[in-house]
């Protein structure tokens, strides 16, 4: 059976079982071990920032093969940051933000979306590599979100019909729900054009990045439980542009 997109609501079931006055007790339990990996988790975005202007300059330092780092990571890894990213073919995590064997733990999926797969793997990372940086990086005229955007406004062209279940409007589901919460400005019986109009692929992409963020970060919370990552994790969204290979940070929160 494969594992379904977690949207807004679906992935709520995830995140579900954590309140906010739980997280503050935990959260008041680790202040003295958080302190210390805050600062690993802030050091890792700002190496990756780094690494993008790099990028940008056509100055990389490390997206290059290293004999020593190949050799040294032959007995393990321990990758400070973990990055979902979108499949697109343009937007090779490593490269964009300048980095090397074993600076990374990659997640690719096209849209960034979430699913109980990622959301495993980021956990593997977390717990027994150490990272503690979780970036989600979407990008600029992502084909996800524009199909997302096309699917709900004949979706809403067309009220009552059936919800398509195959394998892509499965996975876009998430995207298209985001479409929807974008949508409620227009109002009941918007035209195709109006929606065209509030939809712009671009706030279609940057929407979704931070909801994956958002629901990354409530699923943490509740799968990491007591353990003492759980106040070390810093959830970042963030933004490639095609046009001129910036990454920029929408929105940034610890657990």
Do not use: W
């Amino acid at each position: 059976m494969f594992a379904r997109p977690i949207g807004i609501g679906h992935s709520l079931l995830i995140a579900e079982g954590l309140c906010s006055c739980s997280c503050k007790v935990h959260l008041g339990k680790m202040v003295q071990t958080a302190t210390v990996s805050r600062t690993k988790a802030e050091t890792a975005l700002t190496d990756l920032l780094q690494g993008n202007k790099r990028y940008q300059q056509g100055n990389l330092q490390r997206c290059v093969f290293n004999k020593d780092r190949f050799e040294q990571l032959k007995t393990g890894q321990a990758p400070p940051a973990v990055v979902l990213s979108c499949s697109d073919s343009r937007v090779p995590p490593e490269m964009v933000l300048d980095q090397g064997l074993g600076d990374v733990f990659v997640i690719r999926v096209a849209g960034n979306v979430l699913d109980e797969n990622v959301l495993g793997s980021m956990l593997f990372s977390l717990q027994h590599l150490g990272s503690r940086l979780v970036i989600v990086l979407g990008h600029s005229k992502c084909g996800a979100c524009t199909a997302a955007q096309g699917a709900y406004i004949a979706a809403q062209s067309a009220p009552g019909q059936t919800k398509a279940t195959d394998p892509i409007s499965n996975l876009l589901s998430p995207i298209v729900d985001c479409c929807g919460h974008l949508a409620k400005s227009a109002g009941a019986g918007a035209s195709p054009e109006d929606l065209k109009k509030i939809l712009p692929v671009p706030a279609v992409v940057a929407e979704n990045t931070i909801q994956v963020a958002t629901v990354t970060l409530k699923a943490l919370e509740k799968n990491l439980g007591n353990s003492d990552i759980l106040g070390e994790v810093l959830v970042v969204s963030a933004v490639y542009d095609l046009d001129d290979g910036s990454v920029k940070v929408l929105h940034q929160q610890h657990a």
